[in-house]
């Protein structure tokens, strides 16, 4: 048996300024994706003035998240797979993450690039969504742990 710390002192815990900055970081960039969408669905002509805004802080936003993702493969992983919580959602967040990293890069330089649209896309819809989940599920550990007789 795995001695599990406390919810507080967990090694995976993740400090309150990187949650903020994490989850800024990653609303801007599904709200940049969306408005990217919007403004490309079934456009043939000129893309809209704000596009290239748009499009420009969603680019900016990939390096940022990747940094934090890099981040989470050093410290977080690690330590929550040790501890055995929440590894469902988890392996599901890298794989959506690394899908993203890969379909966004095809977007721009890969060849079928109406494939890699739409897979990013869809994979942009699920990673807020896996994330909310992942991390209701550990506070929900966390709250089972508190209540749990040492």
Request: a positive charge; charged letters at 15%.
């Amino acid at each position: 048996m795995i001695d599990v710390p406390g919810p507080t002192g967990r090694p995976s815990r993740m400090t309150v300024t990187f949650q903020a900055l994490g989850g800024a970081a990653l609303a801007v960039s599904f709200i940049t994706g969306l408005l990217l969408f919007i403004g490309e669905s079934g456009r043939e002509e000129e893309p809209l003035p704000w596009m290239h805004t748009c499009l420009v802080l969603h680019g900016i936003l990939n390096a940022v998240l990747c940094g934090f993702f890099g981040y989470l493969l050093a410290r977080h992983i690690p330590s929550g797979w040790t501890m055995r919580v929440n590894r469902g959602t988890g392996v599901l967040l890298i794989v959506v993450s690394v899908g993203l990293i890969v379909t966004g890069l095809g977007r721009y330089y890969g060849s079928s690039r109406e494939i890699y649209y739409w897979v990013h896309f869809v994979l942009g819809l699920i990673l807020p969504v896996g994330v909310g989940f992942h991390i209701w599920l550990g506070q929900r550990w966390a709250r089972k742990v508190e209540r749990t007789p040492k």
